[in-house]
């Protein structure tokens, strides 16, 4: 079956980084597009970055524009998220998924934790 697990998430201070990972497997990983998504609190999910499934391909969200960057190893079966210059804005449980299931209801894993708090 489709699995996907988050890691790398922590706590750190306002301006500092983080690296993200999520292992896939149960599927062919480098025939699929790939997002991360986050939830605040209070909030909605929003659409932070994606890939495009050879890694030629990437979109941000603008409030994470310059400061985020999206990779994949796809010889690893793994998709980063490398996260600089954060910001309390930034407070999130931090999700993967591939492109394709965001378009319609899927399962979604645990996500990992990113607290950006002085």
């Known amino acids: 079956q489709v699995q996907l697990a988050e890691s790398g998430g922590g706590m750190v201070q306002p301006g500092g980084s983080l690296r993200l990972s999520c292992a896939a497997s149960?599927?062919?990983?480098?025939?699929?597009?790939m997002r991360w998504y986050r939830q605040g609190p209070g909030k909605e999910r929003e659409l932070v970055a994606g890939?495009?499934?050879?890694?030629?391909?990437?979109t941000y969200a603008d409030s994470v524009k310059g400061r985020f960057t999206i990779s994949r190893d796809n010889a690893k079966n793994t998709l980063y998220l490398q996260m600089n210059s954060l910001k309390p804005e930034d407070t999130a449980l931090y999700y993967c998924?591939?492109?394709?299931?965001?378009?319609?209801?899927?399962?979604w894993g645990q996500g990992t934790q990113v607290t950006v708090s002085s």
């Open positions: 890939i495009s499934a050879a890694g030629g391909m990437s």
């Open positions: 998924a591939r492109s394709a299931d965001t378009t319609h209801d899927h399962t």
């Open positions: 149960g599927f062919t990983f480098s025939v699929y597009g």
